[in-house]
């Protein structure tokens, strides 16, 4: 049981290429996030997924695609990278229904710096 | 709209001193509460939670107690050890908004022999 991967742990990227990160649970989850972290800031929502097929916007979308085919799998894709994208990215899952009662399991994360 | 407050830190302490982080939190319902913890190199955790005023959640000697009428959620712990150096954010989620977490900026704690 490996939990919720991430990959790459680390990418250097150009202002203007384009990237796609990387996530997959092995949980059975139905909901899946994407949150980025920077200093002073805690974590804010860009995107998440309630179930396969299904997604919808968080707190900081713009810049960011994201598409969800299979209940274990959650991409992230950023279109054309700029440096205020570099922050530290995870993704996170838990089992369907409210998070007001159940718990986020969180990915190791995923640092990005854009140059 | 829903947001969370907490001190910032950074906090440094010596082992076996005793711990408190405070967190506050604006909610437009009745919001569940969690602490996550985040330590150097990892995701976060669930360190603990509470789901109804007054509930306290406790894990590994930590522990915090929803305290509706002063909207708080403080973090505390009797004795720190050097291994509770890492981030800790408070968090709050609706139980009428099912799919959205909101946390606090996190603060960063280090404990020293």
């Known amino acids: 049981n490996a939990g919720v991967t991430q990959t790459p742990k680390f990418q250097v990227l150009k202002t203007g290429q384009s990237m796609t990160l990387q996530c997959a649970q092995d949980m059975n989850h139905e909901y899946m996030s994407w949150y980025r972290q920077d200093p002073g800031m805690g974590l804010r929502l860009i995107h998440y997924s309630v179930g396969a097929g299904i ?61 | ?43 976060l955790q669930l360190l603990l939670k509470a789901t109804k005023a007054d509930d ?17 959620f403080h973090l505390e712990k009797g004795s720190v050890q050097v291994s509770d150096s890492a981030v800790y954010f408070c968090a709050l989620s609706e139980k009428t ?8 900026p996190g603060t960063s704690l280090s404990v020293i022999p």
Do not use: H
């Open chain 1, 55 to 115: 997604t919808d916007q968080g707190e900081v979308p713009n810049g960011y695609n994201v598409s969800r085919s299979t209940t274990e799998d959650f991409p992230l894709r950023l279109l054309s990278a700029a440096p205020s994208q570099t922050s530290v990215y995870f993704c996170a899952s838990s089992y369907g229904g409210s998070l007001a009662y159940n718990e986020q399991f969180f990915g190791p994360g995923t640092r990005l710096t854009v140059l």
């Open chain 2, 1 to 43: 709209g829903d947001s969370v407050t907490q001190m910032e830190g950074p906090v440094t302490l010596s082992e076996e001193a005793f711990l408190t982080i405070n967190c506050t939190y604006t909610a437009t319902g009745y919001p569940s509460l969690f602490w996550y913890v985040q330590y150097p190199g990892e995701g």
């Open chain 2, 56 to 72: 306290k959640g406790s894990n590994k000697g930590f522990e915090a107690t929803y305290r509706k009428e002063t909207t708080s």
């Open chain 2, 97 to 104: 908004s099912y799919d959205k977490v909101i946390f606090g």
